[in-house]
Protein backbone atom coordinates (compact mmCIF):
# COMPACT_ATOMS: atom_id res chain seq x y z
CA UNK A 1 0.00 0.00 0.00
CA UNK A 2 2.92 2.14 0.39
CA UNK A 3 2.68 5.24 -1.98
CA UNK A 4 -1.20 4.91 -1.78
CA UNK A 5 -0.88 5.58 2.30
CA UNK A 6 -1.26 9.43 1.90
CA UNK A 7 -0.61 9.18 5.77
CA UNK A 8 3.54 8.25 4.89
CA UNK A 9 5.80 10.35 3.15
CA UNK A 10 5.65 7.48 0.67
CA UNK A 11 2.61 8.61 -0.15
CA UNK A 12 3.09 12.54 -1.17
CA UNK A 13 3.46 12.43 -5.06
CA UNK A 14 0.54 9.96 -5.23
CA UNK A 15 -2.14 12.30 -3.70
CA UNK A 16 -0.60 15.51 -4.97
CA UNK A 17 -1.03 14.01 -8.20
CA UNK A 18 -4.33 12.64 -8.16
CA UNK A 19 -5.17 16.45 -6.01
CA UNK A 20 -4.26 18.32 -9.47
CA UNK A 21 -6.19 16.57 -11.42
CA UNK A 22 -9.49 16.67 -9.38
CA UNK A 23 -8.57 20.59 -9.29
CA UNK A 24 -8.49 21.35 -12.83
CA UNK A 25 -11.01 19.04 -12.92
CA UNK A 26 -13.55 21.34 -10.64
CA UNK A 27 -12.26 24.93 -12.15
CA UNK A 28 -13.42 23.36 -15.88
CA UNK A 29 -16.74 22.89 -14.26
CA UNK A 30 -17.09 25.90 -12.74
CA UNK A 31 -15.77 28.88 -14.49
CA UNK A 32 -18.77 29.57 -16.70
CA UNK A 33 -21.82 31.88 -16.49
CA UNK A 34 -24.29 29.24 -16.87
CA UNK A 35 -22.93 27.38 -13.93
CA UNK A 36 -22.17 30.00 -11.63
CA UNK A 37 -25.37 30.35 -9.77
CA UNK A 38 -26.70 26.65 -10.02
CA UNK A 39 -27.63 24.10 -7.86
CA UNK A 40 -25.07 21.49 -5.79
CA UNK A 41 -25.42 18.74 -4.08
CA UNK A 42 -24.22 21.11 -1.29
CA UNK A 43 -27.57 21.62 0.41
CA UNK A 44 -28.07 25.15 -0.48
CA UNK A 45 -25.20 26.36 -1.93
CA UNK A 46 -24.42 27.26 -5.28
CA UNK A 47 -21.14 27.06 -7.26
CA UNK A 48 -20.06 30.08 -6.23
CA UNK A 49 -20.59 29.35 -2.91
CA UNK A 50 -18.48 26.17 -3.13
CA UNK A 51 -15.52 28.39 -5.11
CA UNK A 52 -15.99 30.65 -2.04
CA UNK A 53 -15.60 28.43 0.41
CA UNK A 54 -12.17 26.57 -1.04
CA UNK A 55 -11.37 30.60 -1.30
CA UNK A 56 -11.82 30.37 2.44
CA UNK A 57 -10.33 27.12 3.65
CA UNK A 58 -7.44 27.25 1.60
CA UNK A 59 -6.18 30.75 2.38
CA UNK A 60 -6.99 29.87 6.13
CA UNK A 61 -3.84 26.93 5.47
CA UNK A 62 -1.68 29.59 4.21
CA UNK A 63 -2.08 31.21 8.05
CA UNK A 64 -1.35 28.01 9.86
CA UNK A 65 1.52 26.78 8.09
CA UNK A 66 3.30 30.25 8.60
CA UNK A 67 2.49 29.35 12.59
CA UNK A 68 3.81 26.22 12.23
CA UNK A 69 7.06 27.52 10.35
CA UNK A 70 7.82 30.31 12.58
CA UNK A 71 6.29 28.94 15.94
CA UNK A 72 3.70 31.80 15.93
CA UNK A 73 0.88 31.46 18.61
CA UNK A 74 -2.48 30.74 17.63
CA UNK A 75 -5.86 31.26 18.94
CA UNK A 76 -7.77 27.91 20.38
CA UNK A 77 -9.21 25.83 17.53
CA UNK A 78 -12.72 27.19 16.79
CA UNK A 79 -14.47 23.70 17.42
CA UNK A 80 -16.17 21.37 14.95
CA UNK A 81 -19.51 21.73 16.89
CA UNK A 82 -19.34 25.44 15.00
CA UNK A 83 -18.37 24.25 12.28
CA UNK A 84 -20.94 24.02 9.33
CA UNK A 85 -22.64 27.04 10.17
CA UNK A 86 -19.65 29.19 10.34
CA UNK A 87 -18.28 27.59 6.76
CA UNK A 88 -21.83 28.51 5.46
CA UNK A 89 -21.29 32.01 6.13
CA UNK A 90 -18.18 32.42 5.26
CA UNK A 91 -18.79 30.60 1.81
CA UNK A 92 -21.88 33.52 1.12
CA UNK A 93 -19.56 36.19 1.98
CA UNK A 94 -17.90 35.58 -1.44
CA UNK A 95 -21.57 36.13 -3.46
CA UNK A 96 -20.85 39.58 -4.55
CA UNK A 97 -17.21 38.87 -6.13
CA UNK A 98 -17.26 38.60 -9.62
CA UNK A 99 -17.01 34.63 -11.40
CA UNK A 100 -13.60 36.01 -13.24
CA UNK A 101 -12.38 37.35 -10.06
CA UNK A 102 -13.19 34.65 -7.55
CA UNK A 103 -12.62 31.73 -9.53
CA UNK A 104 -8.67 33.51 -10.47
CA UNK A 105 -8.42 33.67 -6.90
CA UNK A 106 -9.16 30.21 -6.31
CA UNK A 107 -6.41 29.15 -9.17
CA UNK A 108 -3.72 31.50 -7.24
CA UNK A 109 -4.80 30.16 -4.05
CA UNK A 110 -4.36 25.80 -5.69
CA UNK A 111 -0.92 27.14 -6.92
CA UNK A 112 0.21 28.45 -3.67
CA UNK A 113 -1.08 25.42 -1.82
CA UNK A 114 0.63 23.33 -4.34
CA UNK A 115 4.17 24.64 -3.96
CA UNK A 116 3.60 24.67 -0.02
CA UNK A 117 3.03 20.95 -0.18
CA UNK A 118 5.63 20.33 -2.76
CA UNK A 119 8.00 21.72 -0.20
CA UNK A 120 7.59 19.44 2.52
CA UNK A 121 10.25 16.85 3.50
CA UNK A 122 9.67 13.57 4.22
CA UNK A 123 10.08 14.46 8.11
CA UNK A 124 7.71 17.23 7.68
CA UNK A 125 5.37 15.27 6.31
CA UNK A 126 4.88 13.40 9.35
CA UNK A 127 6.16 15.81 11.83
CA UNK A 128 5.66 19.14 11.04
CA UNK A 129 1.99 20.08 13.35
CA UNK A 130 0.00 22.38 11.13
CA UNK A 131 -2.57 24.38 13.56
CA UNK A 132 -5.50 23.86 11.93
CA UNK A 133 -8.26 26.58 12.55
CA UNK A 134 -11.18 24.41 13.64
CA UNK A 135 -9.63 20.89 14.42
CA UNK A 136 -6.02 22.48 16.43
CA UNK A 137 -3.08 21.00 15.12
CA UNK A 138 -2.61 18.41 12.74
CA UNK A 139 0.08 16.67 10.74
CA UNK A 140 0.88 18.20 7.75
CA UNK A 141 -0.05 15.26 5.50
CA UNK A 142 -4.17 16.00 6.78
CA UNK A 143 -3.40 19.06 4.36
CA UNK A 144 -3.35 17.94 1.40
CA UNK A 145 -6.36 15.18 1.95
CA UNK A 146 -8.35 18.63 2.84
CA UNK A 147 -7.55 19.72 -0.52
CA UNK A 148 -8.36 16.30 -2.00
CA UNK A 149 -11.68 16.62 -0.10
CA UNK A 150 -12.46 20.19 -1.14
CA UNK A 151 -11.55 19.72 -4.89
CA UNK A 152 -12.72 15.70 -5.52
CA UNK A 153 -15.50 15.55 -3.02
CA UNK A 154 -17.08 19.45 -4.37
CA UNK A 155 -16.24 18.64 -7.89
CA UNK A 156 -19.20 15.81 -7.45
CA UNK A 157 -20.91 18.46 -5.34
CA UNK A 158 -21.47 20.69 -8.41
CA UNK A 159 -21.87 17.18 -10.85
CA UNK A 160 -24.81 15.93 -8.82
CA UNK A 161 -26.30 19.56 -9.32
CA UNK A 162 -26.46 19.15 -12.85
CA UNK A 163 -28.82 16.08 -12.64
CA UNK A 164 -26.18 14.03 -14.96
CA UNK A 165 -24.61 10.39 -14.10
CA UNK A 166 -21.43 10.96 -12.60
CA UNK A 167 -19.29 9.45 -9.66
CA UNK A 168 -16.14 10.64 -7.54
CA UNK A 169 -13.38 9.24 -9.14
CA UNK A 170 -11.31 5.74 -8.12
CA UNK A 171 -8.53 7.04 -6.84
CA UNK A 172 -9.57 9.99 -5.06
CA UNK A 173 -11.91 7.66 -3.23
CA UNK A 174 -9.35 5.34 -2.34
CA UNK A 175 -6.89 7.87 -1.05
CA UNK A 176 -9.57 9.04 1.18
CA UNK A 177 -10.50 6.17 2.73
CA UNK A 178 -8.50 6.25 5.85
CA UNK A 179 -9.51 9.97 6.17
CA UNK A 180 -12.77 9.27 6.29
CA UNK A 181 -12.65 7.45 9.89
CA UNK A 182 -10.77 9.87 11.30
CA UNK A 183 -13.46 12.65 9.94
CA UNK A 184 -16.06 10.20 11.61
CA UNK A 185 -14.33 10.41 14.80
CA UNK A 186 -14.01 13.80 15.24
CA UNK A 187 -17.68 14.57 13.99
CA UNK A 188 -19.77 11.84 15.24
CA UNK A 189 -21.50 12.46 18.72
CA UNK A 190 -21.87 10.08 21.54
CA UNK A 191 -24.75 8.08 22.34
CA UNK A 192 -27.11 6.54 24.87
CA UNK A 193 -26.13 3.02 25.91
CA UNK A 194 -29.65 1.77 24.37
CA UNK A 195 -28.19 2.90 21.33
CA UNK A 196 -24.78 1.94 20.82
CA UNK A 197 -23.60 -0.32 18.02
CA UNK A 198 -21.35 -1.74 16.42
CA UNK A 199 -21.07 -2.26 12.44
CA UNK A 200 -18.81 -3.86 10.31
CA UNK A 201 -17.24 -2.21 6.57
CA UNK A 202 -15.63 -4.03 3.96
CA UNK A 203 -14.28 -2.58 1.02
CA UNK A 204 -13.22 -5.10 -1.54
CA UNK A 205 -11.37 -2.72 -3.91
CA UNK A 206 -8.61 -0.88 -4.41
CA UNK A 207 -4.91 -0.32 -2.39
CA UNK A 208 -6.77 0.72 0.51
CA UNK A 209 -9.18 -2.01 0.64
CA UNK A 210 -9.89 -4.45 3.84
CA UNK A 211 -12.17 -4.77 6.79
CA UNK A 212 -13.03 -2.28 9.46
CA UNK A 213 -14.73 -2.07 12.47
CA UNK A 214 -16.70 0.79 13.82
CA UNK A 215 -18.17 1.36 17.31
CA UNK A 216 -20.40 4.38 18.43
CA UNK A 217 -20.89 4.26 21.73
CA UNK A 218 -21.82 6.54 25.19
CA UNK A 219 -18.03 7.55 24.95
CA UNK A 220 -18.52 8.44 20.93
CA UNK A 221 -17.26 6.80 17.54
CA UNK A 222 -14.35 4.26 17.43
CA UNK A 223 -12.36 2.21 14.82
CA UNK A 224 -10.34 -0.56 14.31
CA UNK A 225 -8.36 -2.52 11.13
CA UNK A 226 -9.63 -6.37 10.74
CA UNK A 227 -10.36 -8.83 13.35
CA UNK A 228 -13.47 -9.00 14.95
CA UNK A 229 -15.96 -8.26 12.19
CA UNK A 230 -19.54 -9.15 13.05
CA UNK A 231 -20.18 -9.94 9.34
CA UNK A 232 -21.90 -13.67 11.12
CA UNK A 233 -24.67 -10.95 12.61
CA UNK A 234 -24.74 -9.21 9.14
CA UNK A 235 -25.13 -12.09 7.68
CA UNK A 236 -27.52 -13.84 9.91
CA UNK A 237 -29.91 -10.76 9.59
CA UNK A 238 -29.71 -10.87 5.79
CA UNK A 239 -30.66 -14.42 5.78
CA UNK A 240 -33.95 -13.76 8.15
CA UNK A 241 -34.82 -11.00 6.24
CA UNK A 242 -34.55 -13.52 3.02
CA UNK A 243 -36.46 -15.81 5.00
CA UNK A 244 -39.53 -13.11 5.93
CA UNK A 245 -39.69 -12.50 2.23
CA UNK A 246 -39.89 -15.91 0.96
CA UNK A 247 -42.87 -16.21 3.35
CA UNK A 248 -44.66 -13.11 2.72
CA UNK A 249 -44.73 -14.37 -1.14
CA UNK A 250 -45.90 -18.35 0.09
CA UNK A 251 -49.50 -18.76 -0.64
CA UNK A 252 -51.63 -19.60 1.66
CA UNK A 253 -51.54 -23.47 3.45
CA UNK A 254 -54.22 -26.04 2.67
CA UNK A 255 -55.61 -28.61 5.35
CA UNK A 256 -52.57 -30.40 6.20
CA UNK A 257 -50.05 -28.36 4.30
CA UNK A 258 -46.70 -27.92 6.75
CA UNK A 259 -44.49 -24.71 6.52
CA UNK A 260 -40.71 -25.91 5.70
CA UNK A 261 -37.67 -23.83 7.85
CA UNK A 262 -38.06 -21.25 4.26
CA UNK A 263 -41.38 -20.70 4.63
CA UNK A 264 -42.28 -22.92 1.60
CA UNK A 265 -44.96 -25.05 2.20
CA UNK A 266 -45.97 -29.06 1.56
CA UNK A 267 -48.42 -30.78 1.41
CA UNK A 268 -47.84 -34.62 3.35
CA UNK A 269 -47.97 -37.21 0.17
CA UNK A 270 -49.06 -40.51 2.68
CA UNK A 271 -52.80 -40.12 1.64
CA UNK A 272 -51.28 -41.01 -2.01
CA UNK A 273 -49.68 -44.38 -0.77
CA UNK A 274 -50.95 -47.76 -0.01
CA UNK A 275 -49.63 -51.15 1.24
CA UNK A 276 -48.32 -53.33 -0.89
CA UNK A 277 -50.00 -56.94 0.44
CA UNK A 278 -47.41 -58.72 -1.34
CA UNK A 279 -44.53 -57.39 -0.49
CA UNK A 280 -44.89 -56.78 3.56
CA UNK A 281 -43.60 -53.43 4.52
CA UNK A 282 -43.78 -51.55 1.12
CA UNK A 283 -45.69 -48.99 -0.44
CA UNK A 284 -47.21 -48.35 -3.67
CA UNK A 285 -48.11 -44.94 -5.16
CA UNK A 286 -51.53 -44.96 -4.91
CA UNK A 287 -52.60 -43.84 -8.97
CA UNK A 288 -55.36 -40.87 -8.92
CA UNK A 289 -58.94 -42.40 -9.81
CA UNK A 290 -59.77 -42.24 -13.87
CA UNK A 291 -62.70 -40.27 -15.03
CA UNK A 292 -65.02 -43.00 -15.45
CA UNK A 293 -64.20 -44.32 -12.25
CA UNK A 294 -64.84 -41.19 -10.25
CA UNK A 295 -68.05 -41.58 -12.44
CA UNK A 296 -69.38 -45.12 -11.15
CA UNK A 297 -68.03 -44.51 -7.31
CA UNK A 298 -70.59 -40.85 -7.61
CA UNK A 299 -66.85 -39.00 -7.10
CA UNK A 300 -65.49 -40.78 -4.17
CA UNK A 301 -61.99 -42.24 -4.19
Known amino acids: MGTWNAMTPEGKDTILRVVRREAEQFFGLVDSDEAWEAPTGAGHWQVRDVVGHLVDTTEAYFVAFDAARNAKEVEPPYGLPGMAARCDEMAQAFRSVPRAE ?35 PLPSFFYPAFQLMDYGVHSWDVRQGTGRAHGLSGEAADLLVPFMFVLWQYTSNPVRPEDACEI ?14 ISLTEDG ?8 LIWAFLTDRLQARATAAVRARAPPCRRGCHRTSSGASTTPQVSRLQRDPSRPGRTTRRRPPSRSARARTGGRN
Open 200 to 213: GIRITSGPNAGDTR
Open 102 to 136: LVERARADFAKMMETFDGLSAEDWSELLVPHFYMG
Open 221 to 228: FSYAAGAG
